[in-house]
């Protein structure tokens, strides 16, 4: 890995540093097997810095799905409205 020191994991969950963050995506997305899940979990809970990376990752997702739900101006919905319905008009 690159430039973090050896997980506490020591292999024991049958799963590298490498193959963890590899999978986190499919991880933090339920992706997974419940044994493929439950390998990457077990890794993620022994190793601090792969710990670290999903709860990153996982608190990320979460600000971005808040953000996404930012709640869109009636003014601004009127004229994107006004214009779908002129280019529906037109042709």
């Known amino acids: 890995m690159d430039g973090h020191e050896p997980c506490g994991d020591g292999g024991a969950s049958g799963v590298d540093c490498d193959e963890a963050l590899a999978t986190l995506y499919r991880y933090l997305d339920g992706e997974l097997t419940d044994e493929r899940r439950t390998l990457i979990s077990s890794h993620l809970d022994r190793c601090g810095y792969c ?16 953000c996404a739900r930012a709640r869109v101006p009636e003014p601004l919905l009127e004229r994107i409205r006004a214009v779908l319905a002129e280019e529906a008009r037109s042709g």
């Open 51 to 66: 710990g670290e990376a999903a709860h990153f990752e996982a608190e990320l997702r979460v600000v971005i799905a808040d």
